[in-house]
């Protein structure tokens, strides 16, 4: 029977990471995955590795980290990075009062604000009405998730990472993994198990009093399909959602502001964001409601109010809806991401906010890391 050092379950972004990170010291990992393949918020999200607007600190930091790391690894494993760079449209004075502080910002050095004039000629996809000002981010990068997580998937298992699908993990117990498939030997586990809070370790995931947040996404072709974003594309809604500028001072009158005049887009968690793909079509999202169980049902009012906001911003031609979808990702109102140490050998990791895709990679270095020794 195998002997490994690590044994990850879930074979999201989370799981991959560490995977990654283990791999890379040589360790010899296997990754089990109870769906044929990933198919959770993984490979639900925008694929938007986001830097700027992350909160402060620790997490801006750990987005910048990853985003070096898909920098270093897309190549490598064959994945194509569709957008490199972020333009924030503010629409109105109050959310460029925000852009403002935020360039001000250690986090804003390599950022541009630039006047409506020069932003509406270097972005002419930008719909002109409203425009007082812009951000450009050249930080973020954008990868096709559903393309990507298999890609990834694939080139560790090239550099040796085994992959069991279809095995779902039912205890763990150092250097014993109960799994539907017989015992696997590890002296390590790592535990990402996505918005699964009851398979393994239930008693100690529901200390955290975590909820699940359930998102709306659309796909939109557009014609003619040459039409191109210069970056993924954020407005004034993502000013006081993404908290590295939603606790920026200048924050609280767009909040107050967008109560004022765009209740229903709040009630619904709408921000907007808008990614393009390497066929021309546009991935526009994104609402957040959160409930512990939700149910199945898309609400076409929320893809309206998320369509509305979308034209806001953009003069897109021709725009129409190819393809709906929904997403679930644990989330807590407490914390960003969480690592808990049930024993010394093994580590439940948990990203509690959509910044999965953003940071899971350098929390998996820090993991492995604390796991076997700087
Ligand atoms: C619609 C949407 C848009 C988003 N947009 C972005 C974005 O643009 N940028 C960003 O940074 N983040 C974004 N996020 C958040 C990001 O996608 C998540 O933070 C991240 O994917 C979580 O990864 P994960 O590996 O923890 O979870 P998952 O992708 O859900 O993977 C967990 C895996 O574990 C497996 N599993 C669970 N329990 C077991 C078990 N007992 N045995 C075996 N397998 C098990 C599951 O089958 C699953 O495949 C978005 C999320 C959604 C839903």
């Excluded at 935020?102 to 002419?124: H, I, N, Y």
């Excluded at 920026?248 to 767009?254: C, E, I, R, S, V």
């Excluded at 049930?342 to 895709?357: F, H, L, W």
Aim: with cysteine; aromatic share 6%; hydrophobic share 45%.
């Amino acid at each position: 029977m195998s002997h490994y050092d690590l044994a990850v379950v879930g074979a999201g972004i989370v799981g991959l990471a560490h995977a990654l990170a283990a791999v890379k010291r040589g360790k010899r990992v296997v990754v089990l995955e109870r769906d044929a393949r990933a198919v959770g918020a993984s490979i639900r999200n925008f694929g938007f590795i986001t830097v700027t607007g992350q909160q402060a600190g620790q997490t801006w930091e750990r987005a910048m980290r990853s985003r070096d790391v898909w920098d270093e690894i897309a190549p490598a494993a064959g994945i194509p990075i569709i957008h490199r760079g972020l333009v924030v449209a503010a629409r109105s004075p109050e959310a460029l009062a925000v852009l403002e502080e935020f360039a001000a910002t250690s986090m804003g050095r390599e950022c541009q604000l630039l006047s409506p004039d020069v932003a509406l000629k270097r972005f002419p996809v930008l719909r002109p009405d409203d425009v007082t000002g812009c951000l450009w981010s050249p930080h973020e990068r954008r990868v096709e998730s559903r393309d990507a997580i298999p890609q990834l998937t694939a080139y560790l298992v090239g550099l040796g990472m085994e992959l069991r699908q279809n095995v779902q993990v039912r205890g763990v117990n150092p250097p014993v993994l109960e799994t539907t498939a017989g015992k696997i030997h590890a002296e390590t586990c790592v535990v990402c198990p996505g918005d699964d809070f009851l398979s393994l370790f239930p008693g100690r995931i529901a200390a955290y009093g975590l909820r699940r947040a359930k998102l709306h996404m659309l796909r939109l072709a557009t014609q003619p399909t040459q039409w191109k974003l210069p970056g993924a594309i954020m407005s004034d809604l993502s000013l006081i959602r993404y908290l590295g500028y939603a606790e920026l001072p200048a924050a609280d009158a767009l909040r107050k502001k967008l109560e004022r005049e765009q209740p229903q887009a709040l009630e619904n968690g709408i921000h907007l964001i808008i990614v393009q793909s390497a066929d021309g079509s546009l991935v526009v999202g994104d609402s957040h409601h959160y409930e512990y169980t939700h149910d199945p049902f898309a609400a076409e009012i929320v893809d309206s109010l998320i369509l509305n906001c979308a034209h806001d911003v953009l003069d897109i031609p021709d725009p129409h809806v190819i393809e709906r979808w929904t997403g679930e990702y644990a989330s807590s109102e407490e914390r960003l991401m969480l690592v808990d140490r049930p024993d010394d050998a093994v580590r439940i990791v948990m990203i509690t906010s959509g910044t999965g895709a953003s940071t899971a990679f350098a929390i998996g270095e820090e993991v492995i890391a604390e796991l076997f020794g700087a």
